[in-house]
């Protein structure tokens, strides 16, 4: 019996080791990195770039090598940006778990930035979809520059010609996240209720017109700064959080698309029908577990309810863009946009995303 103790024991050790170890390589923050030299023979653009995670204090509004298109890439001349919580994720490397791909210690790539639209600059030789002189819009590395790269095959799509540069560059991550809360994950049916909690947020504001040309009936929960806004974005009701609480109501739904993570899943279950579906798009803060318990106390329940609690992460599709276009071009969905920054004051621009009090998109205005 003492040997298996001992044995016990020192597996425990062990593990814990293991993860005291990983939890210190996860963390561990390098110091910031030089500029690199560029050649006087490169062609060059202004970018914000990082070399070291931390607070938005760390982006640097740099001068660097202008980026050439390879045999299946687009180069495209950035008009305008736009903020995600993503950026500032990346920025300062939390969760941790996300450094296991933006590198350990530094991140990897320097650049910073995904959603954009602009102009077709050059067109690779294996590119045919595209050409120079082309308006487009998608999501790409890097996107906070005066240029930015993309696969032809990747999330890249012509820009409706009655939608700015700016309303376009709004798209990409936000839009394509309601789209796919609530037509893939939800499985969103003409004449079902759905409630959009954070429903003034980047992501709320697309979900709610989305929902609306799909036919639903549309609940959106937010402050009551925004209750007017969300209303004139084609809402039927909305609660003010601030005084009233929906998981109380008595009203239950046929999806809930949560962006806050401000509700437990046993409040979550007493607004939804007996087979309702809980997206989880937004979680709890933290830099470990914390954004993960809301998804593992819904896999680990799932299977002994009728309700569905499932998370979303989402992909960026050319084919989803090309739909969120055509519904922009038909005047369904219209992005609301907060504040306007310029291409320097990115590291403010995304302050104020990190705040979390940001009414529809924030956008950074390149060219």
């Known amino acids: 019996m003492q040997l298996r103790y001992k044995i016990a024991s020192g597996i425990l050790i062990f593990f814990g080791v293991v993860m005291t170890s990983l939890a210190v390589v996860l963390s561990h923050n390098a110091a910031c990195e030089p500029a690199p030299a560029i050649s006087s023979e490169s062609e060059t653009m202004k970018a914000i770039v990082y070399r070291c995670y931390g607070s938005p204090d760390v982006l640097a509004f740099e001068v660097i090598e202008k980026p050439t298109p390879a045999d299946d890439e687009v180069l495209v001349k950035v008009v305008a940006a736009a903020v995600n919580p993503l950026d500032w994720h990346f920025v300062r490397g939390t969760p941790y778990l996300i450094r296991f791909m933006s590198g350990l210690g530094s991140p990897k790539d320097s650049r910073v930035g995904v959603d954009f639209a602009g102009t077709v600059e050059a067109v690779g030789a294996k590119v045919t979809r595209f ?117 109380e109501s008595g009203q239950q739904y046929d999806l809930i698309i949560d962006m806050v993570g401000n509700h437990s899943l046993t409040a979550n279950r007493r607004a939804l029908t007996e087979k309702g579906i809980l997206v989880m798009v937004g979680g709890a803060k933290g830099n470990w577990l914390a954004p993960l318990m809301g998804p593992i106390k819904g896999l680990m329940l799932s299977p002994f309810v009728d309700q569905e609690f499932v998370t979303i992460l989402a992909k960026l599709r050319r084919d989803d863009l090309t739909v969120l276009g055509d519904l922009m071009q038909a005047g369904k969905v219209t992005p609301v946009i907060d504040r306007r920054y310029r291409l320097s004051q990115v590291p403010a621009a995304i302050q104020y995303s990190e705040e979390g009090h940001a009414r529809g998109k924030i956008i950074i205005e390149v060219q």
């Open 131 to 247: 050409k120079p002189g082309d308006e487009v819009f998608g999501g790409g590395k890097g996107a906070f520059a005066e240029y930015v790269t993309v696969r032809e095959d990747r999330a890249l799509a012509i820009k409706p010609a009655n939608v700015s540069f700016e309303q376009a560059a709004s798209v990409p991550i936000a839009a394509i996240t309601a789209i796919q809360a609530l037509r893939d994950s939800g499985k969103l049916e003409s004449g079902q209720k759905v409630l959009i909690n954070g429903a003034s947020g980047g992501v709320g504001t697309f979900a709610v017109q989305i929902a609306k040309s799909m036919g639903a009936e549309v609940t959106g929960v937010c402050s009551t700064r925004n209750v007017e806004m969300v209303l004139s974005i084609g809402a039927d009701h909305v609660f003010d959080y601030k005084k009233e609480d929906y998981t």
